[in-house]
């Protein structure tokens, strides 16, 4: 018998080769191993071979073997072969499939089962024979392992040691043991297609700084990446569960991302979910806000299987949105200031204009009344009314005034001192002066802006503190603190301001320096005082600090550029 005519015996008798010819408990424990061996995540190699060894036991003395083919769709190789000689084996790689390349060969190539009860005599088999023989084996089987689509993936053959044909129990365990094959590859493929996925996840995420995770919900096992343990704070050796997270979660966000965590993970959906919340790092406590972005993959039931996504750290990143959102904030407030500033500014010299003639006329009248005239004491209220509206007209003007004024060498003790008589004279409050005894600061200033500056700072601490029952301390120093951001050497010198009145609450605090802003009642005051402070200070480089509390009094720090200490003694 021909190869050819048992080829075509065995296709038109093949629905009488099917396995219910093998005692079906024994073929369905078989079978049931096999799969309990992928469920477990054995690799390919070790699938295969206990495939072989399977049809080995039920269809004995066969050797089995499994050759797979490859990417070329040109070639085969070893896949598996436990009881062959592994020098068989290594011949079977690299092995070019034809129509007649002894079975394996020429059963992938014509997508159908081969069948050969003699090796010594087939022609199929004239090329390897000598060798084939060389090993003992006389007789061949092989059926090809081919997808539903029709696609050949690779062979599964029984040898024998001496020439024979198939029986029903024989050849039918070659059709369980094929599908068994198709189902090792397909699940290998799918592990090698997320192996290949992951790695180009975790070189993504590796080079945009993103963390990893990844939970197995069937089995609870937690699998976090470097990056996502470093963004925890946490050392590399750290093994994660699924409440460990929960652990370095913010208290305040700690029942929102609980919440949510479950109703993500609870969900029949793969769709994609984020989350913000704030951590503790668990290296330093420190405060960090970090995102998490993730998927939930389903099951061929649609249920849950694994939760996976990135986390990414965005402390810097909303550092960086307030501090643009306040730098705006700022922008617009100075455009809405100078435009008030050149608006008070038209109003106030037309007002100036207006005030002259009447205090000159008032003036006159007065020097022209007779001091016994009652008459004489209206034109002086007149003329103190007019007065108090030039003095007022003059802050307006200060304020909204931009040119640039002429600035020297400023020793502020000696500016202080200048000014205390003046201070003392206007001041219904005890004031007092505190310097330090080895170094005068000297600032690069407009001397009568910054007179103008304290002397607003005095005025209003001593109006806040009342009928003169506290006290008011200038203090002087050159250790003031440069800004945050500056360079370690950029030095400032210090003014403050303290007073022992009531203090000012915390609305008020935000408000201080806005123009026209006042405490006071209607008529008692323009608002402008402290807002003329800001103004000279930001103007010359610096800042100013205001720290206080009710009851406890208040404390305005100016800070300038420092440009020299001076002797104390100079």
């Known amino acids: 018998m021909t190869a050819t005519s048992i080829r075509r015996k065995t296709a038109l008798a093949r629905p009488a080769l099917a396995w219910e010819n093998i005692p079906a408990d024994a073929l369905l424990a078989a079978q049931n191993k096999i799969i309990d061996?992928?469920?477990?995540?054995?690799?390919?190699?070790?699938?295969?071979?206990?495939?072989a060894h399977m049809v080995e036991r039920l269809a004995p003395p066969a050797l089995c073997t499994v050759l797979l083919l490859q990417p070329d769709g040109k070639h085969l190789r070893h896949g598996a072969g436990p009881s062959l000689p592994d020098e068989y084996n290594k011949a079977t790689n690299d092995l070019e499939i034809g129509p007649s390349v002894g079975c394996c060969g020429t059963a992938a190539w014509r997508k159908e089962p081969v069948i050969v009860r003699d090796i010594a005599t087939d022609p199929l088999w004239e090329g390897p024979r000598e060798f084939a023989l060389s090993f003992g084996l006389r007789a061949c089987w092989s059926m090809p392992v081919m997808t539903e689509q029709g696609i050949v993936l690779g062979t599964i053959a029984m040898y024998y040691r001496e020439p024979r044909e198939p029986g029903p129990r024989d050849f039918g365990l070659l059709e369980p043991g094929a599908r068994l094959v198709r189902l090792a590859l397909s699940q290998n493929r799918e592990e090698e297609e997320l192996r290949a996925a992951e790695t180009r996840?975790?070189?993504?995420?590796?080079?945009?700084?993103?963390?990893?995770?990844d939970i197995d919900l069937a089995t609870d096992r937690v699998v976090w990446s470097e990056r996502f343990k470093a963004l925890l704070g946490v050392?590399?050796?750290?093994?994660?569960?699924?409440?460990?997270?929960?652990?370095?979660?913010?208290?305040?966000?700690?029942?929102?991302?609980?919440?949510?965590?479950?109703?993500?993970?609870?969900?029949?959906?793969?769709?994609?979910?984020?989350?913000?919340?704030?951590?503790?790092?668990?290296?330093?406590?420190?405060?960090?806000i970090l995102s998490i972005q993730g998927r939930v993959l389903l099951n061929a039931q649609g249920m849950p299987r694994r939760a996976t996504g990135v986390v990414a750290d965005l402390t810097e990143q909303r550092a960086a949105e307030r501090h643009q959102r306040a730098t705006e904030q700022k922008f617009h407030q100075l455009q809405k200031l100078e435009a008030l500033g050149q608006l008070a500014g038209g109003i106030?010299?037309?007002?100036?204009?207006?005030?002259?003639?009447?205090?000159?006329?008032s003036k006159l009248a007065m020097d022209k009344v007779s001091p016994l005239d009652p008459i004489g004491e209206h034109l002086a209220l007149i003329h103190q009314s007019g007065e108090r509206a030039r003095d007022l007209v003059s802050q307006i003007l200060?304020?909204?005034?931009?040119?640039?004024?002429?600035?020297?060498?400023?020793?502020?003790?000696?500016m202080v001192a200048d000014s205390m008589p003046l201070l003392r004279a206007g001041v219904p409050a005890t004031v007092t002066v505190r310097e330090q005894a080895t170094a005068r600061p000297v600032v690069w200033a407009n001397r009568g802006q910054l007179d103008q500056a304290l002397?607003?700072?005095?005025?209003?601490?001593?109006?806040?503190?009342?009928?003169?029952?506290?006290?008011?301390?200038?203090?002087?120093?050159?250790?003031g603190r440069a800004k945050p951001g500056d360079p370690a050497s950029a030095k400032m010198a210090r003014l403050s301001v303290i007073d022992d009145g009531p203090g000012i609450g915390r609305g008020t605090l935000q408000r201080l320096f806005e123009p026209f802003f006042t405490t006071k009642p209607v008529g008692e005051g323009t608002g402008l005082g402290l807002a003329i402070v800001h103004g000279v200070v930001t103007n010359h480089g610096g800042r100013i600090e205001v720290s206080s509390e009710l009851g406890h009094g208040a404390r305005f720090d100016v800070f300038l550029p420092l440009l020299k200490t001076a002797n104390a003694q100079a």
């Open 201 to 213: 996840t975790r070189l993504a995420t590796e080079a945009a700084d993103l963390g990893t995770f």
């Open 235 to 288: 050392e590399e050796s750290f093994e994660p569960t699924l409440d460990s997270l929960t652990s370095f979660i913010h208290p305040a966000d700690r029942e929102r991302f609980d919440a949510g965590f479950q109703r993500w993970v609870g969900e029949s959906s793969s769709d994609q979910r984020g989350n913000e919340f704030r951590i503790l790092r668990a290296s330093d406590r420190a405060e960090r």
């Open 348 to 361: 106030a010299h037309d007002l100036n204009n207006t005030l002259m003639p009447i205090l000159g006329l």
């Open 398 to 414: 200060t304020f909204s005034r931009k040119e640039e004024t002429t600035r020297a060498p400023i020793d502020l003790v000696a």
């Open 37 to 51: 061996l992928m469920a477990t995540g054995a690799g390919l190699t070790d699938t295969l071979a206990a495939i």
């Open 455 to 479: 002397t607003n700072l005095v005025a209003n601490a001593a109006q806040a503190i009342g009928s003169g029952l506290g006290s008011v301390t200038i203090e002087i120093a050159a250790d």
